[in-house]
């Protein structure tokens, strides 16, 4: 999962264009790496890091500390509702964080709201499960063995809720945030079998890796 991440990483935040040395937000900053590589590429200016679990803010403030990132702060923040100044930020960025949103009109608004006028928004999320193999080899993996499920509701929160480029325009239009501009990226990552486990003898040898894409 990090290798696949981590190589989604370069296109986006160049989009966010992050040397003008102005405010930053990251929607769902996790642990925070990706708060702290906005904040190295923004320069002189400072990044607030938001998202909700505490323990992962914990540990996003940790390592910006161990980093030396004096530009940076965290905070426990609902992206959806919560009171960010108005034209606070000039930029606001998510890796893989969008998807979830309960309330995705009001996030977005709330989220146009925050940014300057002329502000920026750059994000990822995942394509269709047809065109992504991090989700569809598992899938069909399991299929054998799993009883039938319904379909999910394809615009509830899971991570494959913003994979249709029509839905996402329609939000962002609705919310003032401009037309979208992106383009689909795939990175080739490798999955690596599970480690050996103790409590268990091996009666042969693990797997080799087996290389599988992921698009986003």
Same mark, same amino acid.
């Given at each position: 999962?990090?290798?696949? /991440? +981590?190589? &989604?990483?370069?296109? !986006?935040?160049?989009?966010? =264009?992050?040397?003008?040395?102005? $405010?930053?937000? $990251?929607?769902?900053? $996790? ?5 702290? =590589? ?9 990044? /607030?890091?938001?998202? /909700? ?5 914990? *540990? ?13 702060? %965290? =905070?426990? +923040? ?10 606070? %930020?000039?930029?606001?960025?998510s890796r893989f964080g969008v998807m979830f949103f309960d309330d995705p009109a009001a996030a977005w608004a709330n989220i146009a709201r925050a ?8 994000? &990822? &999320? !995942?394509?269709?499960?047809? +065109?992504? =193999?991090? %989700?569809?080899?598992?899938? *069909? ?12 509701d394809p615009e509830a929160p899971r991570p494959l809720s913003l994979a249709s480029p029509d839905r996402l325009r329609d939000l962002l239009a ?38 599988r894409r992921a698009t986003a």
């Amino acid at each position: 999962k990090t290798q696949v /991440l +981590a190589g &989604c990483a370069g296109a !986006w935040l160049g989009a966010g =264009e992050l040397g003008g040395g102005g $405010g930053g937000r $990251g929607v769902g900053g $996790g642990a925070g790496a990706t708060t702290r =590589e906005a904040a190295r590429r923004a320069g002189g200016g400072s990044v /607030l890091g938001a998202d /909700l679990p505490a323990v992962l803010l914990a *540990e996003a403030a940790r390592r910006a500390q161990q980093a030396a990132a004096g530009n940076v702060r %965290f =905070e426990r +923040a609902d992206a959806q509702v919560h009171p960010f100044p108005d034209g606070g %930020f000039d930029v606001a960025l998510s890796r893989f964080g969008v998807m979830f949103f309960d309330d995705p009109a009001a996030a977005w608004a709330n989220i146009a709201r925050a940014l300057r006028p002329g502000g920026r928004l750059a994000f &990822c &999320c !995942w394509q269709a499960a047809p +065109a992504n =193999e991090f %989700f569809a080899v598992p899938r *069909e993996a399991v299929a054998p063995f799993a009883p039938p499920r319904p379909p999910p509701d394809p615009e509830a929160p899971r991570p494959l809720s913003l994979a249709s480029p029509d839905r996402l325009r329609d939000l962002l239009a609705g919310d003032g945030l401009g037309a979208l501009a992106g383009s689909p990226s795939t990175t080739a990552a490798r999955v690596r079998p599970a480690p050996p486990n103790p409590a268990r003898r091996r009666t042969r040898p693990a797997p080799a890796p087996v290389p599988r894409r992921a698009t986003a």
